[in-house]
């Protein structure tokens, strides 16, 4: 009994993390021919005290864990966000949130600041 109690756990668990990766596009910095919609937002998850050193200019900074209590400030579920991150977790977790609350065209990219410089000086 106890055995199926655990599956059970460990099938939830897997469900809830991977069906998130069926939603998300992750983007690599190496693709640079991907086109996004020219009104896409940029999303930092960083913290505040991250994304004030240094970010990419266009891009807003909801950090992680903020980001349940205050993204109706300046997103909507009709937008399209990129979430940018210096953390693959991080960047999957924002992805998770916005999810669940509706969101559907989300892109993930990770990377430092000056490779998501290069990366959106490159593609405009």
């Given amino acids: 009994m ?15 993390h991977v069906s998130i990766i069926q939603k998300v596009t992750f983007l690599n910095l190496d693709q640079r021919q991907v086109q996004l919609h020219s009104n896409a937002r940029l999303l930092d998850v960083r913290d505040a005290s991250d994304y004030e050193k240094e970010n990419v200019p266009t891009a807003i900074n909801i950090p992680v ?6 993204w109706e400030k300046e997103l909507s579920p009709d937008d ?6 210096d953390r693959f977790y991080r960047g999957k977790k924002g992805a998770r949130i916005l999810s669940k609350r ?3 065209n989300l ?13 959106f000086n490159t593609k405009n």
């Fill in 102 to 104: 509706g969101f559907r």
């Fill in 65 to 70: 864990g903020r980001l349940p209590f205050v």
């Fill in 107 to 119: 892109y993930i990219l990770v990377g430092t600041v000056p490779e998501l410089h290069e990366w």
């Fill in 80 to 85: 399209t966000i990129v979430i940018l991150t």
């Fill in 2 to 16: 106890l055995v199926w109690i655990l599956l059970c756990v460990v099938l939830a668990w897997l469900y809830k």
